[in-house]
């Protein structure tokens, strides 16, 4: 089992709805990092956050430590938001990102 | 020019090629990591290097083997891969080790 589990692992929906993909891990964490991979390969990284919440225009992160869960959420998805959703822990005192297996969010128009 | 460039974006190579991978970042960060993308299985760190230094080398095999000659360039050599070697290779760059990560494009390699 990875250390880092996201669900679902793939997603569709029609254009406007309100998206959610989650995030579980299984260790102690300094921090998270949501990350957005497009078709041709490219990663945009979209959040890096230890506690709380964190908002860029549609895009909302959320972070529960005690629960070790977080939450990506996209208000009014587009079909531009279509791409693979990664989630990536660092645990505490490690050197190295643990990767989920991404989710992959399809929005139709 | 601004961000993480790699070249080249795609690249065949039979078995017995030698290539070289290049990534350049133009952010003025101070750690550079390579990632490893196979199909269906989550990104796996390869290297990572911190001002110059690696300080991370996950088990890679010998036949892939990075050079990071000043903060702003890092390079995978590529030698007598094998099929399984086939993947999407991504370059990283952070301000300092693990913080936000900014990628490039990465390079689509397939080993013939």
């Known amino acids: 089992k990875n250390e880092v589990e996201q669900s679902p692992q793939n997603l569709t929906a029609q254009e406007g709805e309100f998206i959610t993909i989650n995030c579980s891990y299984s260790?102690?964490?300094?921090?998270l990092h949501w990350l957005q991979q497009h078709p041709g390969g490219g990663i945009v990284s979209l959040f890096m956050?230890?506690?709380g919440k964190k908002k860029h225009g549609r895009l909302i992160a959320t972070i529960n430590i005690q629960e070790k869960h977080s939450s990506l959420h996209i208000t009014a998805s587009h079909p531009r938001d279509s791409a693979v959703y990664i989630c990536?822990?660092?645990?505490?005192?490690?050197?190295?990102?643990?990767f989920g297996q991404g989710t992959r969010l399809t929005i139709n128009p | 020019e601004t961000g993480v460039t790699q070249t080249p974006r795609h690249l065949v190579m039979g078995m017995t090629n030698k290539k070289s991978l290049k990534c350049e970042q133009h952010?003025?960060?101070?750690?550079m990591y390579w990632y490893k993308q196979s199909a269906k299985k989550p990104l796996e760190l390869m290297f990572v290097y911190s001002l110059e230094e690696r300080v991370e080398n996950n088990s890679v095999p010998s036949r892939l083997s990075p050079e990071c000659p000043n903060s702003s360039h890092l390079f995978l050599h590529l030698h007598t891969l094998q099929p399984e070697d086939s993947a999407l290779y991504l370059c990283a760059s952070s301000q300092e080790a693990w913080t936000s990560l900014h990628f490039g494009n990465g390079t689509r390699l397939t080993v013939t």
């Open positions: 260790v102690g964490i300094s921090a």
């Open positions: 990536a822990a660092l645990p505490r005192g490690a050197q190295k990102l643990v």
């Open positions: 952010l003025g960060h101070n750690a």
């Open positions: 956050l230890s506690s």
